[in-house]
């Protein structure tokens, strides 16, 4: 409970993933030919992504992937969502 | 299944092959992009290729042929690299529209080959859907399996065979290694495929999940993940040494493309002077001798003379491509580019336009979103090419004494340069700035950027790129140049008075400069800076020749002769004037036919040139009254 309080609040996007943190991805708050796009890419919902090393000063950023390595900028990043902690712990 | 219309649909379009029993085979390769394609297709067909552009867009249409064993040859065709079919932007538009038969005066393949990375099988399978679901006889080739069973992953074919109702099999193109069944494939093509079942092409994540139960059906497991590519990672994208070793990459593809090419293309210049001299000792004395000599020859070899520059510059861009690279540099100078509207991907084709805006704007094919392109090939003849140097040493050396200004470290005369480097510079990025937030908008494709793992770039793939580029270079001079260097000596030399070459004032030529004249009398030009304006729009280093010949002097830009002649013919302002205009405007036909060529119409160029002359004059302009109201 006691690590519950410090720990912060929960990643709510891609762009919110700390490096080597792994989240699972929940939807793409995206049009729909864009969300498409990066479905096709491997960013499928349910999926789960791990942040990773980023472009000096931390935009774009790599994400993995399926298998893959994609970079993405922080405003795509951003409308990635993730699902809530407690769900994504439970998987 | 929930798309089995689409199979049954599949059943009945018209399965191509022997329709025409004359024509041989066609065969098309299919892929997504980093799956290896393009090596197989290097593999398949070896130096029998063709690049053109596919008619009214920016894709190039790669096509080869193969020979079997029994002598036969089939025709391949190297798509674009595609994450699906479903035709979003032009690459899978071209895509689609060969596959489906409906590409005009392109036949429709008997068959494919889908190329897939086998240590992306995840992702990658997705794409067999659509084109299983097409009905024509596909093979699916696993590449880089080497990488695969290195990394400790595997894949059972024989299931995936069975799954697909089509042929699976594990290979590496780069190995060349268990490449057997693709020849024979290639030989007999076999039956249209029949898949257990396939998912609904529209729905991108019932595809994912057809794709994963395929993959666990065949036992696939992923291979671990590459650690020297993540090693390699931890450096050259650290924080710190990530910035350094790109800038060091950058110095070097400069220092390059500078001076290491300078030897070589000294050779080059050598040897068509030697040529052109052993040419005209075959020709009689007469007006061939000098059509050929100073017209053709002079002509075609001040543009050959950048070929080695050209070739030096792709052989560095094949090699950071190749290895993975280039992918980094992009995501490094991403932000950077970004404040502009640009992206990274832009960043290498603009530093290579300070060579020559040539290679530039073939250098634009690695950024796949078109408006992207479209605007860095707009903007990259602002850059400060080799071709401008000559004009501005000539200019500069007549007009402006060489007097210190940061010590000995920097004098006037390298001053008046920099100062020129960064007017194209700024140039090009307000440019760029206006087109991305105006009519080259992006549209809302996000930036993407797939980290490929470093791999070793092979000689033979760098080599037949190389060749690539060279063919290209050359089949342009040896056409668009050689028939303007022909006419350019045309009007420099007719029309004859009394059966001998007028005096050039007299000439075709001259008689054009004086009709421009009033039109550039504005920026301190007289009808003489007139005929240079448009003997440059050959390349702009022309003008220095021409000048020469006007003033009947040396046409060296080192000459103190013709520096003297324009110290007493030009004002300041019209000096200044000119340096101007030759910063801005667009006086190479080499550049306005490779934009035509790259981006398959007459639209962008033609923009492009009124744009920059636009911009030229005007510069020019202010330039020469601001100069003129100082002095």
């Known amino acids: 409970m006691q690590a519950n309080v410090i720990r912060r609040r929960a990643p709510a996007s891609l762009a919110e993933l700390r490096k080597g943190e792994q989240g699972i991805l929940d939807r793409l708050d995206l049009p729909e030919d864009v969300s498409r796009r990066l479905m096709e890419l491997g960013f499928v919902p349910g999926s789960p992504v791990v942040a990773a090393l980023s472009a000096p000063g931390g935009d774009p950023r790599v994400f993995r992937v399926d298998g893959s390595e994609i970079a993405l900028r922080h405003d795509t990043a951003v409308r990635l969502k993730l699902r809530p902690a407690a769900s994504a712990a439970a998987n | 299944m929930s798309g089995c219309d689409q199979c049954a649909l599949a059943g009945v379009l018209p399965p191509a092959p022997t329709a025409d029993p004359g024509r041989p085979r066609l065969i098309a390769i299919v892929g997504p992009p980093n799956s290896g394609k393009s090596t197989l297709f290097n593999r398949l067909t070896g130096l029998r290729q063709k690049v053109a552009n596919y008619p009214g867009v920016t894709v190039e249409k790669r096509l080869g042929r193969a020979r079997l064993e029994d002598g036969h040859e089939v025709a391949l065709v190297d798509l674009p690299g595609i994450y699906s079919l479903s035709p979003r932007s032009e ?269 530039a704007v073939l250098a634009t094919r690695t950024i796949e979103n078109q408006r992207d392109r479209i605007a860095t090939i707009l903007v990259a003849p602002f850059m400060t090419c080799a071709a401008r140097l000559p004009v ?75 060749l690539d580029r060279a063919k290209i270079f050359l089949r342009r001079a040896g056409t668009v140049i050689l028939a303007m260097a022909v006419v350019l000596w045309i009007v420099a030399h007719l029309p004859l008075s009394a059966g001998k070459v007028p005096p050039i004032e007299r000439s075709l030529a001259g008689t054009l400069g004086r009709t421009v004249e009033p039109v550039i009398r504005p920026l301190g030009f007289n009808w003489k800076i007139g005929v ?84 030229a004059w005007c510069g020019a302009f202010l330039a020469n009254r601001i100069v003129t109201a100082l002095a």
Request: with cysteine; glycine share 8%; net charge positive.
């Open chain 2, 91 to 359: 690459d899978e538009q071209v895509a689609h529209d060969v596959l489906a038969g409906t590409m005009p005066d392109f036949p429709r393949p008997d068959a494919v080959l889908l190329i897939l990375d086998s240590t992306n099988l995840g992702r990658h399978l997705m794409l067999a859907a659509p084109i299983l679901a097409l009905g024509l006889p596909t093979m699916i080739v696993l590449n880089m399996a080497d990488d695969l069973r290195k990394r400790g992953g595997e894949v059972d074919a024989e299931s995936l065979t069975k799954q697909l109702g089509a042929p699976v099999v594990l290979a590496s193109a780069a190995q060349d290694q268990g490449l057997e069944p693709v020849w024979r494939f290639l030989t007999e093509c076999g039956a249209a495929p029949s898949p257990v079942d396939l998912p609904a092409l529209q729905d991108v994540p019932r595809c994912h999940a057809w794709a994963a139960r395929l993959g666990r059906h065949a036992a696939y497991q992923p291979p671990a993940p590459p650690i020297w590519t993540r090693r390699l990672d931890s450096i050259l994208l650290h924080a710190l040494w990530g910035p350094v070793i790109f800038c060091l990459v950058v110095v070097v593809v400069f220092q390059s493309i500078f001076s290491w090419a300078r030897p070589l293309m000294n050779g080059v210049q050598w040897l068509i002077a030697w040529s052109g001299a052993w040419v005209g000792s075959l020709v009689p004395n007469t007006w061939a001798r000098s059509l050929l000599v100073d017209g053709v020859w002079t002509g075609v070899g001040s543009v050959l003379v950048f070929l080695p520059q050209i070739l030096l510059l792709f052989l560095f861009i094949g090699i950071l491509e190749d290895s993975g690279y280039l992918a980094r540099a992009a995501l490094i100078a991403d932000r950077t580019m970004a404040r502009v509207g640009l992206q990274g991907k832009s960043f290498i084709p603009l530093l290579s336009a300070y060579a020559c805006a040539v290679p």
């Open chain 2, 392 to 466: 501005y040493t000539l200019i500069i050396a007549a007009f402006l004494p060489e007097r210190p200004v940061l010590g000995p470290l920097l004098g006037t005369r390298a001053a008046a340069m920099l100062g020129l480097y960064a007017l194209g510079f700024l140039a090009a990025f307000a440019t760029a700035r206006v087109l991305k937030s105006s009519i080259l908008k992006s549209e809302r494709t996000p930036f993407v950027l797939e980290m490929p793992p470093y791999r070793r770039p092979t000689l033979a793939s760098l080599g037949l790129r190389l």
């Open chain 2, 532 to 615: 240079g304006l448009i003997t440059s729009l050959a390349a702009r280093e022309v003008i220095v020749g021409t000048l020469g010949t006007i003033y009947g002097m040396e046409p060296d830009a080192k000459s103190r002769g013709l520096q003297a002649a324009l110290r007493s013919d030009l004002t300041p302002g019209g000096a200044v004037a000119l340096l101007v205009f030759f910063a801005f405007a667009m006086q190479c036909m080499s550049t306005i036919a490779v934009v035509r060529r790259e981006t398959g119409s007459w639209k962008w160029p033609l923009v492009q040139f009124s744009y920059m002359t636009t911009l």
